[in-house]
């Protein structure tokens, strides 16, 4: 069951982990073109970023149907990055484009490879930070954009690990629901076998009954004969015996022929 959730979450990044991806993008765009005071390079930026958005909104169809363009998706996305880095005015944040690379790839690579990028993609920022801003100022602010980075990168984990026991608890509710229904309904079927079984044991118990009846006016009835021919005054008693025996009988046959009539309701 929980192999099944993840699967759905394998297959694109989720809704949280593209928002984070969109905005940072956004502010990385926005403080770009705010800090760009070379009008002639605008074309050039332009190029490079709308390059960027464009390659990660159409990676995840272009992927589905080319599993190798994944491989060739990363090293264009590095290369861009690296250039942005490098393209003047010089900016620190420009390191959190790698952030939307990442949320792509640990949607799709194993964790280790997405790792590698990870501490690859450090490297390369750390490296041109310290050159673009200086060691220890680049350095300092390189850190601090990876400790951002691993941050929102360790949120959209507990999202992605919140949402997966959603799922797993909606799917265990239902199963839960449907083995209460079949126990509801074995149990209406247990009740309705253990009425007929009843009702055949009384109707065994009134066959008996009414079989001994039966056989009982079969001898009054012989009984009554014999008296005809030797006792004529004993025979309105006799008679008297018989009429009950036959009523009970009767009775009985009533009682039986109910006991297999179908129920109402």
Same mark, same amino acid.
């Given at each position: 069951?929980?192999?099944?959730?993840?699967?759905?979450?394998?297959?694109?990044?989720?809704?949280?982990? &593209?928002?984070?991806?969109?905005?940072?993008?956004?502010?990385?765009?926005?403080?770009?073109?705010?800090?760009?005071?070379? $009008?002639?390079?605008?074309?050039?930026?332009?190029? *490079?970023?709308?390059?960027?958005?464009?390659?990660?909104? #159409?990676?995840?169809?272009?992927?589905?149907?080319?599993?190798?363009?994944?491989?060739?998706?990363? @090293?264009?996305?590095?290369?861009?990055?690296?250039?942005?880095?490098? /393209?003047?005015?010089?900016?620190?944040?420009?390191?959190? &484009?790698?952030?939307?690379?990442?949320?792509?790839?640990?949607?799709? %690579?194993?964790?280790?490879?997405?790792? @590698?990028?990870?501490?690859?993609?450090?490297?390369?920022?750390? *490296?041109?930070?310290?050159?673009?801003?200086?060691?220890?100022?680049? /350095?300092?602010?390189? %850190? !601090?954009?990876?400790? $951002? #980075?691993?941050?929102? *990168?360790?949120?959209?984990?507990?999202? @992605?690990?919140?949402?997966?026991?959603?799922?797993?608890?909606?799917?265990?509710?239902?199963?839960?629901?449907?083995?209460?229904?079949?126990?509801?309904?074995?149990?209406? =079927?247990?009740?309705? !076998?253990?009425?007929?079984?009843?009702?055949?044991? !009384?109707?065994?118990?009134?066959?008996?009954?009414?079989?001994?009846?039966?056989?009982? $006016?079969?001898?009054?009835? =012989?009984?009554? @004969?014999?008296?005809?021919?030797?006792?004529?005054? +004993?025979?309105?008693?006799? %008679?008297?015996?018989?009429?009950? &025996?036959? +009523? +009970?009988?009767?009775?009985?046959?009533?009682?039986?022929?109910?006991?297999?009539?179908?129920?109402?309701?």
């Amino acid at each position: 069951m929980k192999s099944e959730v993840s699967e759905q979450h394998q297959a694109a990044m989720t809704r949280v982990g &593209l928002i984070i991806a969109y905005v940072i993008i956004f502010v990385v765009i926005i403080r770009r073109f705010y800090d760009q005071p070379y $009008i002639p390079r605008i074309p050039f930026a332009v190029a *490079l970023h709308g390059s960027f958005v464009f390659l990660f909104a #159409t990676e995840f169809f272009i992927v589905r149907r080319i599993k190798a363009y994944l491989w060739i998706y990363i @090293l264009l996305q590095f290369v861009i990055i690296q250039i942005i880095g490098f /393209f003047p005015p010089y900016i620190d944040t420009y390191g959190l &484009l790698y952030l939307p690379l990442l949320l792509q790839l640990k949607a799709q %690579l194993p964790r280790r490879i997405t790792n @590698l990028v990870g501490i690859s993609g450090s490297v390369f920022f750390i *490296l041109t930070l310290m050159i673009t801003h200086g060691a220890i100022s680049g /350095f300092g602010r390189a %850190l !601090m954009i990876i400790v $951002i #980075t691993i941050i929102l *990168l360790g949120y959209e984990d507990i999202y @992605l690990q919140s949402e997966t026991a959603r799922r797993e608890s909606l799917l265990l509710l239902a199963q839960l629901q449907a083995a209460h229904q079949k126990l509801k309904e074995y149990a209406a =079927q247990a009740e309705a !076998m253990a009425v007929l079984e009843e009702r055949n044991r !009384m109707t065994r118990e009134l066959h008996d009954s009414v079989g001994q009846t039966i056989f009982s $006016i079969a001898l009054n009835t =012989q009984s009554a @004969l014999l008296l005809l021919e030797k006792d004529p005054e +004993s025979m309105p008693a006799q %008679l008297d015996r018989l009429q009950g &025996l036959t +009523s +009970s009988a009767l009775g009985k046959m009533r009682l039986l022929i109910s006991q297999w009539k179908p129920r109402q309701g």
